[in-house]
């Protein structure tokens, strides 16, 4: 609750406190998850059961680009280029407040200082015995104590002392590329094109918190406690675990009653005010191609042939540019590692009596309690959920490729033309070494009506750097179907050195139909289907959860749990990029235009157009060896592959006007396929409980879009243009992605439109 909760089993279980932080009581029922377990809830009705009540659909974007290209003739055959790319971007979120809950939930002992004497005794007399221990900090005599579970999570709006916490993700990228083409006039390649380029990019992101929540000082604060002269300290603060007064500027922390009770003190103490991280990409690469006429073929025609040699460098570096922000410290930025307080490699503190997996460590002295998920070498960065480890890498590729273009017949009985395509690429790869890429196409025009065309390749895409590279802590929030509970815990997720590349088997055939009784109409019809193996993936928590419980036994080891393998508690979930065993993709692809010059309303040259696209998807689906066939055929939520999607597109031109009425349908589908739906509980033949939802349906959607644009005819070059999209203001339908920290997010992202209603109004100008 948003006013702090006590979650232990017995007297003390589910009792909150009021608004002022001075009494208890329980906390009511209000019909949503189980009462002892499995619900989540992180606010009351009051606040819209939702803790985004006071949080932005969005986040705030903006973004600046600049693009830039010149050209130079040397003489009739050769052409010299140049062009930059410059774009600047940022994302505004506002973030999470304190965050107690689940494995990050806090501990408040019977002699917290903030307490009256009776909720000392209520707590001394309810909590867990396992807890209990005995203590003299105010120097009198020695008093027993015992520790509650308590769990708070702190509205981030005005009201809030601490400050309004947002992430700003600013995006800086430069690209530079000189380049030539040239035609060959003479010789033995009279008649090739040749063309060649260099390029140079940098990407910059820089990942800035503000007001973030220090995750080592907030459990030094909150251990209040009273001194020999009765003053309100923190306990690690006390001279006798801190001799030299490092912690003199510690302020206890009253969470007691949410934000009603934190001091100005206490807001600066777990405050940090600004930390940046940032992730650079450096990029080089460079093609040389030429094309022609090999001066030889078949009786229908030469053969044509395209060859080259590329070469690409990337290379990242992400770091946090102060340490303190990364690891414990001072507010002043002295690291607790250079006082001796704390091992230099944890990035979160560890209670006294504990080594953290150090080695000689025993603990921060006079600190008696850190939340698992902010403990140690398990905490993600000293400011809360904001992880971005330092790594670096690189990775380069060496290409050569040659590609034919042969006739095989032309103007014969049964086809005006028919031409094959043979490609073939070979590919080194710094990090997993050479591999083959091929290609063959065959396009058959019977006559000016029908065309026929298929395709089959072996395509080939290597893990890119972050596949290979990355590191991020963080927490998650599961359904473990093992134990039919809701549960949360720390992650390890990104890169994966051992990770190879996916190979992927593409087979298309289709045609295209141009009626003569119908001008201006041609519509085509494809068949696609894809197979790949070992194709590069990262799947969530809750997708390694439900696949592990499926039977996939592969994906069983990135579960860590404690005690037993199967039903012990969670420890980790490790979230890296591997290699799944096949994942199989086939459907439909249906495209209509048809397009008319008239005049109507005059002006000057009028016409109207009309393009439908439509795809099918017929499968969609992975399977991980030993294990069964994973059909994700219609999940929209969480994946966003509906079964049919659809577009159209209506267009008008009348002289300089020109504009676009767009339609996109997103059919629908089922929320997760893992779910049974059912307004009551339900269990197997062995009596266990089964994984239910209340309505697993997510509904089609339909938005509108709206384009116009003038090219004024005194002014040539310019072009003034606006658009208009989600015309009609359509809401997403409520497709929930995932369980988070902050509870579900409401709409599958990248799949519906998220903001609503939006302008956009701009020029070109072409010199």
């Known amino acids: 609750t948003t006013t702090g909760i006590f979650l232990d089993a017995g007297p003390l279980n589910r009792l909150q406190f009021d608004g002022t932080g001075t009494s208890l009581s329980p906390l009511p029922f209000y019909g949503v998850g189980a009462r002892d377990n499995g619900c989540l809830c992180q606010a009351l009705p009051s606040q819209d059961f939702g803790i985004s009540s006071d949080d932005q659909i969005a986040a705030g974007y903006k973004r600046e680009n600049g693009f830039a290209h010149f050209t130079f003739s040397l003489n009739d055959n050769v052409e010299l280029y140049a062009e930059g790319v410059w774009g600047d971007s940022a994302n505004d979120t506002r973030r999470e407040s304190i965050s107690l809950l689940s494995i990050w939930q806090g501990r408040i002992y019977s002699n917290n200082a903030f307490l009256s004497p009776d909720l000392q005794a209520r707590i001394l007399a309810g909590a867990p015995a396992a807890t209990q221990t005995t203590d003299n900090t105010d120097g009198g005599a020695v008093e027993t104590v015992r520790a509650a579970t308590f769990g708070v999570f702190l509205p981030n709006n005005a009201e809030n002392p601490i400050g309004d916490t947002r992430q700003i993700t ?5 690209n530079y590329t000189v380049g030539f083409d040239a035609d060959i006039s003479s010789g033995a390649l009279e008649g090739w094109h040749v063309n060649g380029y260099l390029q140079k990019g940098k990407n910059r992101q820089d990942f800035n918190t503000v007001n973030g929540i220090r995750v080592d000082r907030l459990w030094l604060a909150l251990d209040a406690v009273r001194d020999p002269s009765g003053n309100i300290v923190c306990r690690a603060a006390l001279p006798q675990y801190d001799p030299n007064g490092y912690l003199r500027g510690c302020a206890p922390l009253n969470l007691f009653g949410g934000v009603a009770n934190i001091t100005p003190e206490a807001a600066a103490w ?4 600004y930390k940046v991280a940032s992730q650079w990409i450096d990029l080089k690469t460079g093609e040389l191609a030429m094309s022609g006429s090999l001066g030889f073929g078949l009786p229908a025609g030469d053969i044509s042939s395209a060859v080259g040699l590329s070469y690409r460098k990337e290379t990242l570096d992400q770091y946090t540019v102060d340490p303190a922000d990364e690891f414990p410290a001072l507010p002043d930025g002295r690291l607790f590692s ?20 150090v080695a000689g460590y025993t603990g921060f002295p006079g600190l008696r309690f850190v939340g698992s998920g902010y403990l140690g070498d398990g905490n993600s960065s000293s400011v809360q959920f904001s992880s971005l480890r330092a790594f670096g890498g690189s990775s380069n590729v060496k290409e050569g490729f040659a590609e034919f273009q042969v006739p095989l017949l032309k103007n014969v009985a049964f086809a005006q033309n028919l031409e094959t395509n043979l490609a073939a690429r070979y590919a080194d790869y710094s990090g997993s070494g050479g591999i083959w890429a091929w290609k063959v196409g065959l396009n058959w025009t019977i006559n000016d009506q029908l065309r026929i065309r298929a395709t089959q390749s072996r395509d080939v895409r290597a893990p890119n750097l972050r596949e290979r ?22 992650t390890f997720s990104g890169g994966n050195t051992a990770v190879a590349p996916e190979l992927g088997d593409t087979t298309t055939v289709g045609l295209v139909f141009k009626p003569e009784f119908l001008t201006g109409f041609q519509t085509s019809l494809d068949w696609y289907k894809i197979k790949l193996t070992d194709a590069i993936a990262q799947l969530t928590p809750q997708q390694l959860m439900d696949r592990c419980f499926a039977g996939d036994t592969s994906l069983c080891q990135y579960i860590i749990r404690s005690g037993d393998p199967v039903t012990g508690p969670i420890e980790r979930i490790e979230s890296l990029f591997i290699n799944l065993a096949k994942q199989n993709i086939e459907g439909i692809d249906w495209e209509a235009s048809y397009r008319r010059s008239f005049t109507l309303l005059g002006g000057g040259p009028e016409s109207a157009s009309l393009r439908l696209f439509a795809t099918r998807l017929l499968t969609n689906s992975q399977q991980s060896p030993g294990s069964a066939v994973d059909n994700l055929l219609g999940q929209v939520g969480g994946i966003g592959l509906p079964k049919w999607k659809a577009t159209g597109v209506l267009s008008y031109s009348n002289g300089p006007w020109s504009g676009s009425l767009i339609g996109r349908f997103m059919g629908k589908g089922i929320l997760d396929r893992f779910l049974v739906e059912s307004p009551v509980a339900l269990r197997n033949t062995a009596g266990a409980l089964i994984n239910t939802i209340d309505d697993n349906h997510v509904p089609s959607v339909f938005y509108t879009d709206l384009n116009v644009s003038f090219q004024p005819t005194n002014l040539e070059g310019l072009r003034v243009f606006g658009t208009i999209t989600n015309l009609l203001d359509r809401d997403p339908p409520n497709s929930p992605a995932s369980i988070g920290r902050t509870g579900p997010g409401e709409i599958t992202v990248g799949a519906h439109d998220q903001l609503g209603r939006r302008y956009t109004a701009g020029f070109s100008y072409q010199f």
């Open 469 to 490: 590279f990355d590191q991020t802590r963080g927490g998650f929030t599961v359904r473990d179907p093992f134990t039919n509970q809701t549960v949360s815990g720390a």
């Open 270 to 273: 777990v405050r940090d005010p």
């Open 170 to 174: 600013r995006n800086r990228m430069s």
């Open 338 to 357: 250079s006082l001796g307080l704390a091992p230099a490699s944890l990035r979160g503190l560890v209670p006294q009596g504990q080594s953290g997996g």
